[in-house]
């Protein structure tokens, strides 16, 4: 289950100096894009200033890439479709609040280089819907996802940036990702969620770390994901903690897992994850790998050939 020592030491340093190296690209690039986003004009939302819009939407609509639009406090019943690069900015994530009233998204992301702060998203399938937008660069950063079926559904969609958010109170998933890879997701909170984090089919070198899962269902699932990174997070309080199906190397390290009531980590077909160091305390088991199936082998070429050869000797005895 574990790799030895040394192996395991010289596997961490170079996922280690990958991600350092991702993560560095990452600031460089976003910096460039902010310095870009300053020169844009503003727009704004609710308020009582001359000109402001009353739908969040309309001044999207009438937004260019490189503006913010800027909305203040209020509830907005409104599913938003974003198809450019702006910035969008909550006057106050407490009382900024995008309604979704269980519709299929509320904000649905169509372009790179989005960046959302500052707001309450509440009460529709998916709170924020990424699809299809490789290589896009954008954030979601110091809002409050609260009671949708996902909060943040990452589809195809790499190089974002989650962090900040608190995520919680979701049937389905906090944060799920399908196929979506080189994501950053820090310094989170997920807490009563049924699958809190969700790594699903082919979601590859993403990094997740300083995040707080605190009573989850499940806090950290992978799925047929591999080379993610999963450092220095808090995993309390739940029935399970991070579990991983047919998912290989992985780097799951540094963590504080405590507290769950079944298992700490549990693996599923998944071979070659670093493991440890990890700090467990109180969980019902702290790692858990379930045993293989036993192979089932057709009968080898030697039965079959000797079985013939009994066939063949009692055909010939009954011919005599």
């Known amino acids: 289950m574990m790799l030895g020592r040394n192996k395991a030491l010289h596997k961490l340093s170079l996922i280690t100096i990958f991600f350092i190296l991702f993560f560095s690209f990452f600031i460089i690039v976003l910096n460039a894009e902010i310095y870009r986003a300053k020169n844009g004009n503003m727009l704004y939302v609710g308020g009582k200033g001359m000109g402001n819009y009353t739908t969040i939407q309309d001044a999207i609509d009438n937004s260019s890439d490189g503006d913010t639009v800027y909305v203040y406090n209020g509830i907005y019943l409104e599913n938003i479709v974003i198809n450019k690069s702006i910035n969008l900015v909550g006057l106050d994530k407490n009382s900024t609040i995008i309604e979704g009233n269980g519709s299929l998204y509320i904000i649905l992301i169509k372009s790179s280089w989005v960046n959302i702060t500052g707001f309450t998203i509440q009460n529709g399938k998916a709170g924020v819907y990424i699809p299809e937008a490789n290589y896009s660069f954008n954030s979601v950063i110091d809002n409050i996802v609260f009671n949708n079926w996902d909060g943040i559904r990452l589809y195809n969609s ?6 900040g958010n608190t995520v919680s109170d979701h049937s389905g998933s906090g944060t799920i990702l399908y196929e979506s890879s080189n994501n950053l997701i820090t310094a989170n909170n997920f807490t009563n969620n049924y699958r809190a984090l969700v790594l699903g089919r082919w979601s590859d070198n993403n990094f997740i770390s300083g995040n ?17 990174f999963i450092h220095k997070n808090s995993i309390a309080y739940g029935k399970h903690g991070v579990s991983l199906s047919c998912s290989n190397n992985n780097n799951i ?7 769950n009531e079944n298992y700490g980590i549990y693996l599923s077909d998944s071979d070659d994850n670093v493991i440890s160091p990890n700090t467990f ?6 790692v858990k790998e379930e045993p293989r199936p036993p192979e089932i082998r057709a009968p080898g070429f030697e039965i079959l050939f000797t079985i013939c050869a009994i066939l063949l000797v009692l055909f010939l005895r009954r011919k005599h």
């Open 212 to 228: 707080d899962f605190t009573e989850n269902a499940c806090s950290i699932r992978l799925d047929f994901s591999f080379n993610n």
């Open 281 to 286: 305390f109180n969980n019902y088991q702290d």
């Open 158 to 163: 790499s190089n974002n940036n989650i962090s």
């Open 253 to 259: 390290t540094n963590n504080d897992i405590e507290n």
